[in-house]
């Protein structure tokens, strides 16, 4: 038998709606489709039509499939991701997506040659429409192995023992390697503020029960103790998918127009002596935590870029409230503020950033561990963010800035003591010195390839 004529595969691909998990799926999508494949991206119009442009030479392979989303008392019209809403309405537009399966199974009724769907941790009702038609279910998580291995354990599933929110402060006893990945008090309970009705965790237990492959974005390189632990668990193929770094040589954005000045002001700076501050496009903070965190940023003393988002709705502050009065003025000699959007990958890349205060989205940490960047870890804001934070941590690469675990409140001296241990002090020189070597994990691109080569070939024998 001639192996070197592979059957081509059509695959569907299924994100959840939210930008962070669109892009990584349209990453894979296009390595697929470079090995051969035929694949169907299925979003909604909004978010498709946020992707980046694809290269010529894919553009007959990727198909773009548009599903209306449906409307949802709650939902205000024409939002169509997360990043529209405040987290207590996300629930509203987990009720759409989930009204998408009658859409999904016409499409896979016109399509019969599909026979394997790339799905997100969401879609808890796939497995019977799969089934009908024939489909493979392949589970990509864009979370870490170590945030999949402290939700999910199958006898933790069927006998439901953690219930209260204190019980997901301790480490699960399945994790049974030397590690402190487990929740805060405080953030467990802002996560549920945008669970559904159907909670994260029952969507994913679902969807993991019946899915043919696991895959998610990590490497053996950094948790092998937890994709360890997931295998042993689940007993079906834990296939990591690498780390999917971005390559700097590609990024183009018609909105960079303000780079040449910014680029300016940083080659201004002195070597790895500026810390770059962003919470993410999701992140909320209240008013009181925005100025606390305000007057740690001007206390550390250090020169820094501070991107600062515009809140999602009327009823919470204008941007410019967010900072406290007289800020910008007494640290003009050395910060910036940016308001809206910036180009966070060439910033990180500069010479002269030394440090990232990140919200610990694992994109952002993944952005900057591959450009050697060490972690001042904030994590605020809902889903996995904890999780990382104690991971990275625990990786020695970051510091996690003090904060009360039952409700979430810190000092502005905490924050100013976090930043210059991980820019200047000699006792945080373990944390850049590892961030240097973390490089060559999170930045290799010839790393990340091999992993998703060897996703493809499972694939190929599903």
């Not at 019209?77 to 009720?95: D, M, N």
Request: glycine letters at 6%; a neutral charge.
């Amino acid at each position: 038998m001639d192996f070197s004529t592979k059957k081509q595969l059509h695959i569907a691909v299924f994100p959840w709606l939210a930008y962070g998990h669109i892009v990584p799926f349209l990453r894979v999508s296009q390595f697929l489709a470079q090995k051969g494949h035929r694949i169907y991206y299925v979003s909604t119009p909004k978010n498709i039509s946020r992707l980046p442009k694809l290269p010529p030479n894919l553009s007959s392979s990727i198909s773009f499939v548009p599903l209306s989303l449906p409307q949802v008392d709650g939902l205000p019209p024409g939002v169509e991701s997360t990043s529209e809403l405040p987290i207590r309405k996300v629930p509203f537009l987990k009720k759409a997506y989930d009204m998408l399966e009658t859409q999904l199974a016409d499409f896979f009724r016109r399509s019969p040659q599909i026979k394997v769907i790339i799905h997100d941790f969401c879609p808890y009702w796939l497995p019977p429409v799969a089934v009908q038609f024939g489909v493979n279910l392949v589970y990509f998580s864009i979370l870490s192995a170590s945030t999949i291995a402290f939700f999910s354990s199958p006898s933790d599933m069927l006998d439901k023992k953690r219930v209260s929110p204190e019980d997901f402060t301790v480490v699960p006893m399945w994790m049974d390697y030397p590690n402190n990945i487990a929740f805060k008090l405080h953030e467990i309970a802002g996560h549920r503020e945008c669970e559904d009705t159907v909670t994260d965790l029952e969507r994913h237990e679902t969807l993991l029960l019946n899915c043919k492959i696991m895959t998610m974005r990590t490497c053996y390189e950094l948790e092998p103790e937890a994709l360890r632990v997931l295998s042993r668990i689940h007993q079906k193929p834990i296939v990591p998918l690498g780390l999917l770094p971005p390559s700097l040589s590609i990024i183009e954005d018609t909105r960079d127009e303000n780079w040449e000045a910014l680029k300016k002001w940083l080659d201004s700076k002195q070597e790895k002596s500026t810390f770059y501050v962003a919470l993410g496009s999701e992140v909320n903070l209240s008013l009181e935590l925005m100025h606390e965190l305000a007057y740690g940023i001007e206390k550390s003393e250090l020169p820094f870029i501070w991107v600062v988002r515009k809140p999602h709705s009327i009823e919470q502050q204008s941007v410019e409230n967010m900072i406290p009065p007289g800020f910008e003025e007494r640290v003009s000699n050395r910060g910036l503020v940016l308001r809206g959007w910036a180009p966070q990958l060439k910033i990180l890349a500069h010479s002269s950033i030394g440090g990232f205060l990140t919200h610990c989205g694992w994109s952002s940490v993944i952005e900057s561990l591959g450009v050697g960047k060490p972690l001042i870890l904030f994590p605020v804001g809902s889903s996995d963010l904890g999780l990382v934070a104690r991971l990275m941590h625990g990786k020695k690469v970051g510091l996690e800035i003090e904060r009360n675990d039952v409700d979430g409140s810190f000092t502005s001296d905490s924050v100013a003591m976090s930043i210059k241990r991980v820019m200047v002090d000699p006792d945080g020189e373990q944390f850049r010195a590892n961030a240097r070597v973390m490089k060559e994990i999170f930045g290799n691109i010839q790393l990340s390839d091999n992993y998703l080569n060897e996703f493809t070939r499972k694939l190929e024998i599903i």
